[in-house]
């Protein structure tokens, strides 16, 4: 600013002295005082003009730091040509050493310049601001500013000193949670102020010159934003350096100010002429830097020396720079404190220890008269930082207000839904609702509560009035404290979430179409055709449509033993393995020497077939305990037990994965999804799938929607409510029911047989939210909260404490320890089934071979080759196994004819006849020297087989049945004679 000749000496005086302590060491370099670069900012403002002048004026006397100081408080915009100087000095390369009252637009020029600020920042006087918040617990408010020079740097840097004290880590600041409720930027205050009067705020923090202030707290009054429930906490912009106010700043206003007085100016003056002073001394004494020089060699012509190099390095020595000195303070008593300070700067540039005054507007002399007056201090070192003694509060009141605002009530409406909000009894003799119980809710509908005269009563009896709690009753709770309200909770009289009946609406929705209730709180589904007609907040929590089905207990599968194997596995082992070892036995018993002789078909003492290895595989296999014929052979029994050995690790393998699927089994019906086949098209099994809904909700709107043909399907299986549904699935009068998902998995996590599931994928994805009517004021505040809960992990905590299920591990431990029913061991009955029906098939087979086949086979198996087979066949098939047979089937048989005994003695005469007759021709053929034939039976076998058998005397036999037994026993044999 331009100055006088006299106070122009007297600064030049202030600095000779200031320079006196330093002597040759600054006197070496070149020391210029003078007023025209303020003369400049004020005349020729664009960034052009100050660069000339540093230009012609500065870069020719080689300064290496330039001292800018003045007490001018202009603010605004004007503020604009002091950040340029500041700015083309930094290009430059030219540290700054700065006082400047008015600093309010040189934030940015601190980031790219060389500068040291001396005087209080806009920093500074922010969390000056905040700790008058601090000290009176206000925890929300507003940030007002004008397009005053830097108001984007005083938001922000507001915002960095929130989230500082919300910052556990920083233990330099009391940890507390801040608000800041909105930020408003004043373009025309009668629009942009009509949102701080929708909003809560009640705590204002101003930023704008004087002038500006004058007419946004004309308006602020006007609407009402100046009462004695509102503070508003200004700056060193508002304040200015005159202790009289405008008479439209209201009584009551807090601010933040440093003094900017000729006698301020003149110890600023000083004390960067000192940091200089320092800074020239640590600079020369460093022996890095001893040939080099402060002298900085620029010009503007060429681009050679447009920047000095050393100015960044000169800069850091200043800064580093630490003075102390004496500033004297006055006490209560009058006496003289001289306390002992130091200067110093933060990396950034700025003084690291400040202190403000914090002033009060008073009322002075006149009603229309105003003055500020300090009431306090504040200073950065200090961790409480403000001092404040008898403040003047908005509205003349001598306690501070609450910072926020007056109760209001809300009627809200609700709709129980167990988690969210569920309904018990309240305590029949005090009509309370106990800690675990929640808060009392009316049930009634109006027309019955217009019968009520005593209202005590009422709340005693269950009909009335309930006790509400769940996961949004919680909510509610914190948003009454933190909002500070008041409310009443009723229930929506027909018990309808909300849809469209005709033309006009329902349950919830309708209760705030018709200014019934001012909010809605339940689980209510945010959907366009609600929205449409009522205001929602932010989804509170995401949920969609799920399908819950019953876990019922099914049997063991009747393929259970086949399934510890799968299809190829059983083919190999009964197609390959048992085929392979069985042959390669037998074979290798045929082909060893000590094991099948070829001549002999078969030797009398071998028991050894194909049958027979075959019993002797699948005996080793499954490890029967039944006899067994072993091979003779060294190479067969190497072979069987190396079959052996398979069967150990088969069995073992097979045992260890058949407990896997012989246990009881859960089944369900395992639904992808609404777009699933089942419910698609219900009709494709019979019978049909039964599923429905609950109608007059979300589900049922979504439903008709996007599925019309479902939808129709659905309607002949709804139910009146989700408890109805779940009771249906669980009976098994439906085979599925679809509703809202985090309600079903609630549910299910809560049902006491554990028997429910939830599956396939959600279907239309939403939200729950909050519901007001439309335009509401409240929805705005709501909302912030919301906001506030998800990023705290408020409402995490909440849904996990509500929203989190699990079965009643009793009823499991019971259930799981019942004797199993008859159905579980059905795949065991029918194994032992299947082999009764194989067994008679068998049989069958049997009496097929001896009454059809086996005489067939008699007449060319003349060598005893089937005997290789089967050792049974073959001896079936021959004359000694004939009669064997015969005399077998002879015990076993009992005649019941009365001419038995008849009948036996004629057959056993013409036995004893054919004896004699036998031993005749064996005497005649001895005597011709001949021996009887070993191809037919000895006669004494022939005694043998017919010795009659001791009977009882009621016993006869069929003779019809020994005439049989007679031709096909002795008839051969007289034919082989």
């Given amino acids: 600013m331009p100055m006088t000749t006299l106070k122009l000496r007297t600064y030049q005086k202030k600095i000779r002295d200031g320079l006196k302590d330093f002597g040759n060491a600054v006197g070496r370099y070149r020391f210029t005082y003078s007023d025209f670069i303020q003369q400049q900012l004020k005349i020729n403002p664009s960034p052009t003009k100050i660069l000339d002048t540093l230009c012609e004026k500065f870069l020719p006397m080689n300064v290496s730091a330039i001292i800018y100081t ?93 989230h500082q004290y919300s910052d556990v880590q920083d233990h330099t600041k009391p940890n507390i949670k801040f608000t800041i409720i909105d930020t408003v930027l004043i373009n025309s205050p009668d629009e942009d102020l009509a949102k701080v009067v929708d909003s809560e705020a009640r705590i204002m923090l101003l930023y704008s010159t004087k002038e500006e202030a004058v007419g946004i707290m004309r308006v602020a009054e006007s609407m009402g934003l100046t009462g004695k429930d509102y503070v508003w906490i200004v700056t060193q ?57 402060l002298k900085p060699q620029l010009s503007c012509e060429g681009h050679t020396n447009a920047r000095w190099t050393l100015g960044a390095t000169f800069y850091r020595y200043l800064k580093n720079v630490s003075i102390p000195y004496d500033k004297v303070y006055d006490d209560i008593d009058g006496k003289r404190d001289e ?25 002075a002399g006149t009603m229309t008269t105003r003055k500020w007056e300090e009431i306090g201090t504040w200073n950065s070192w200090d961790r409480e930082g403000v001092t404040i003694n008898d403040i003047v509060w908005p509205g003349h009141q001598h306690v501070p207000p609450p910072g926020v605002p007056e109760q209001f009530h809300l009627k809200i409406v609700f709709l129980e839904e167990p988690p969210y909000i569920s309904l018990a009894s309240p305590d029949p003799v005090t009509g309370q609702c106990s800690a675990n119980r929640g808060i009392l809710c009316r049930v009634a509908t109006e027309a019955m509560m217009a019968n009520v005269t005593n209202q005590t009563l009422a709340q005693q009896n269950s009909t009335y009035y309930q006790c509400c709690s769940g996961f949004c009753i919680d909510m509610l709770q914190k948003f009454s404290v933190e909002l500070g309200f008041s409310y009443d909770l009723f229930r929506v009289e027909d018990g309808k979430w909300g849809t469209l009946e005709g033309n006009k609406w329902n349950g919830l929705v ?17 959907n366009s055709e609600r929205e449409g007609v009522i205001d929602f907040t932010v989804p509170f929590l995401e949920s969609g449509i799920a399908i819950v089905v019953a876990k019922r207990t099914g049997i063991i599968s009747p393929t259970a033993f086949l399934e510890p194997f799968d299809t190829a596995s059983w083919m190999l082992v009964a197609f390959v393995a048992i085929q392979v070892a069985a042959l390669t036995i037998f074979l290798f018993e045929w082909l060893s020497p000590g094991g099948y002789n070829m001549k002999v078909a078969p030797p009398r003492d071998h028991k050894f077939s194909l049958l ?43 045992t260890a994965n058949l407990a896997a699927f012989m246990i009881t089994r859960e089944e369900y019906h395992d639904l992808s999804g609404i777009e699933d086949h089942r419910l698609q098209n219900p009709y494709f099994k019979k019978p049909p799938f039964k599923f429905g809904f609950v109608p007059f909700t979300n589900t049922e709107t979504i439903m008709a929607k996007h599925q019309t043909e479902m939808f129709q399907y659905m309607k002949q299986y709804n139910k009146s409510n989700i408890a109805d549904g779940i009771r249906g699935i669980k009976k098994g009068e439906q085979d599925a029911f679809i509703y809202d998902a985090t309600v079903l998995d609630y549910l299910v996590g809560q049902d006491d047989e554990c028997t429910l599931l939830t599956v396939g994928a959600w279907y239309h994805m939403t939200g729950y939210g909050i519901a007001f009517p439309r335009g509401s004021k409240h929805t705005a505040h709501f909302n912030e909260r919301l906001m506030s809960y998800k990023d705290n992990g408020d409402m995490e905590r909440i849904q996990r404490f509500w929203l989190t299920g699990a079965c009643k591990p009793k009823k499991q431990s019971k259930r799981a320890s019942e004797p ?90 013409e036995l004893d006849m054919a004896r004699v007759k036998i031993k005749q021709l064996e005497k005649e053929l001895e005597s011709h020297g001949l021996k009887p034939s070993k191809k037919f039976p000895p006669s004494n076998v022939l005694t043998s087989c017919w010795k009659p058998r001791q009977t ?21 044999a007289e034919s082989a004679m």
């Fill in 70 to 162: 003045t007490m001018d408080e202009s603010f605004g915009r004007n503020t604009a040509s002091a950040q340029y100087f500041l700015q083309l000095a930094g290009y430059l390369g030219i540290p700054v050493i700065a006082w400047n009252a008015d600093n309010s637009g040189l934030e940015q020029a601190s980031m790219s310049g060389l500068r040291i600020q001396m005087a209080p920042s806009i920093h500074h006087q922010a969390a000056a601001m905040l700790s008058i918040l601090v000290r009176y617990q206000w925890h929300a408010f507003t940030i007002i500013t004008s397009h005053i020079a830097g108001h984007t740097d005083f938001v922000q840097t507001v915002r960095d000193q929130v």
């Fill in 612 to 654: 027979r290895t075959y019993w002797l595989v699948w005996a080793v296999l499954f490890q029967a305990a039944v006899h067994v014929d072993c091979p003779k052979g060294f190479t067969a029994r190497f072979m069987a037990n190396i079959w052996a050995m398979f069967a150990v690790v088969f069995l073992a393998i097979y």
């Fill in 952 to 972: 009882e005397p009621d016993d006869d036999y069929d003779p019809s049945f020994l005439s049989v037994v007679a031709s096909s026993v002795i008839f051969p």
């Fill in 820 to 909: 199993l029913a008859l159905e579980q061991f059905l795949s065991a009955y029918l194994l032992l089934m299947t082999g009764v029906l194989l067994a008679l098939i068998l049989l069958l087979l049997e009496h097929v071979y001896f009454k059809y086949v086996r005489k067939h086979l008699a007449k060319t198996d003349s060598g005893g080759c089937c005997a290789l087979i089967s050792l049974s066949m073959g001896k079936s098939l021959t004359f000694r196994g004939a009669v064997f047979e015969a005399q077998n089937q002879l015990r076993r048989h009992r005649c019941r004819d009365p001419l038995c005994d008849t009948h036996i003695w004629k057959v056993k005469h």
């Fill in 339 to 363: 306390r002992f300070s130091v200067v110093e700067f933060l990396p950034d540039g700025t003084r690291k220890d400040v202190e403000l005054k914090i002033m009060n507007l008073r009322t």
């Fill in 237 to 293: 912009s508002v304040v200015g350096p005159s202790e009289m106010a405008p008479g439209d700043f209201p009584v009551g206003m807090l601010g933040v100010h440093f003094d900017t007085d000729d006698s301020a100016l003149n110890e600023a003056i000083v004390t960067c002429v000192r940091i200089f002073g320092y800074g020239v001394m640590n600079f020369l004494s460093d022996a890095r830097n001893e040939h080099l020089s």
């Fill in 510 to 526: 309708a209760a705030l179409i018709n200014h019934k209730a001012d909010m809605a709180l339940s689980s209510f589904k945010i």
